[in-house]
Antibody, heavy 116, light 113 residues
Framework: EVQVVESGGGLVQPGGSLRLSCAASGFTFSTYWMTWVRQAPGKGLEWVANIKEDGSDKYYVDSVKGRFTISRDNAKNSLYLQMNGLRTDDTAVYYC?????????WGQGTLVTVSS | DIVMTQSPDSLAVSLGERATINCKSSQSVLSSSNNKNFLAWFQQKPGQPPKPLIYWASIRASGVPDRFSGSGSGTDFTLTISSLQAEDVALYYCQHYYNTPPLFGGGTKVEIK
């Protein structure tokens, strides 16, 4: 059974940092692109970043470039999102999704709240 | 970037009636290499992650009832719920996965009339 579990969310002040993690199991993690998608309260889905199977290619939405870093550890079946310079408009539920698009598997999400 | 535009933003349909949601991409998402449309549809209920409904524009995901169907090609796509059930009240999103960034549409809220 495929499982995708995010962790690391919480309350942080503007300008602060958080590191999100996504633990995956039930599939061959190293053969899939992985993606972070976020959803601000009451808003739609926003693609944030993705990373190629071997970590060699990474892409970001313009609003997080230079502040967020996506990474993965295929030995640990884990995906990460290092978020620095957090802003109030980064407040959202952050989902880990399996694949490049048309995601078959999603985690339940982890809430990041940026507020003073 | 390929921008996805959904319409309408919301719609109210009577139980048992048809619901139709449209999705338009700013560029074609039809691949000439495999003749497939890189377009997916998702359903999201409150407090839950999105659930995949349709891949490749018209292929139902595993376990999705056959009242859900996807159609279209190139830049214009449609999700149809043939006979709306109470459990279909949700937000629906299209997404292209033709290239990076694989953007989502703005979403359509489906309610019961």
């Amino acid at each position: 059974e495929v499982q995708v579990v995010e962790s690391g969310g919480g309350l942080v002040q503007p300008g602060g940092s958080l590191r999100l993690s996504c633990a995956a199991s039930g599939f061959t993690f190293s053969t899939y692109w992985m993606t972070w998608v976020r959803q601000a309260p009451g808003k739609g889905l926003e693609w944030v970043a993705n990373i190629k199977e071997d970590g060699s290619d990474k892409y970001y939405v313009d609003s997080v470039k230079g502040r967020f870093t996506i990474s993965r550890d295929n030995a640990k079946n884990s995906l990460y999102l290092q978020m620095n310079g957090l802003r109030t408009d980064d407040t959202a539920v952050y989902y880990c999704a399996v694949g490049f698009g048309g995601f078959e598997y999603w985690g339940q999400g982890t809430l990041v709240t940026v507020s003073s | 970037d390929i921008v996805m535009t959904q319409s309408p933003d919301s719609l109210a349909v009577s139980l048992g009636e048809r619901a139709t949601i449209n999705c338009k991409s700013s560029q074609s998402v039809l691949s000439s290499s495999n003749n497939k449309n890189f377009l997916a549809w998702f359903q999201q209920k409150p407090g839950q992650p999105p659930k995949p409904l349709i891949y490749w524009a018209s292929i139902r995901a595993s376990g999705v009832p056959d009242r859900f169907s996807g159609s279209g090609s190139g830049t214009d796509f449609t999700l149809t719920i043939s006979s709306l059930q109470a459990e279909d009240v949700a937000l629906y999103y299209c997404q292209h996965y033709y290239n990076t960034p694989p953007l989502f549409g703005g979403g359509t809220k489906v309610e019961i009339k």
